[in-house]
């Protein structure tokens, strides 16, 4: 996840939300990243639900569905299992 919220994405959401790019190339031409780069990380962002792709006429165009972001996370020692009955490992 920290990979996908990396600042460099984070910049990439920031963009589609203010340039409101209407194909994959716009996005491509405003971040200066390559398009196997971006289509790579958007498929990615899609899977969390970040962004979607949204296809207009022979264009894809991304979305941003997130803007806010909470991430919770605990560590479970292999130590502490019998103590802890009631944790949940995922």
């Not at 910049?11 to 409101?20: A, F, H, N, P």
């Not at 994959?24 to 639900?49: D, F, I, P, V, W």
Request: with cysteine.
């Amino acid at each position: 996840m920290a990979q996908v919220l990396s600042n460099e994405n984070q910049l990439l959401l920031k963009t589609i939300l203010d340039r409101k790019p209407e194909s994959l190339k716009e996005l491509e031409a405003a971040t200066e990243r390559s398009s196997r780069n971006l289509s790579r990380t958007l498929k990615t962002m899609a899977r969390y639900g970040i962004v979607r792709m949204e296809k207009v006429r022979r264009n894809i165009r991304p979305v941003v569905e997130a803007t806010d972001f909470t991430v919770q996370f605990g560590l479970y020692a292999s130590s502490c299992r019998e103590h802890d009955a009631g944790a949940v490992r995922i």
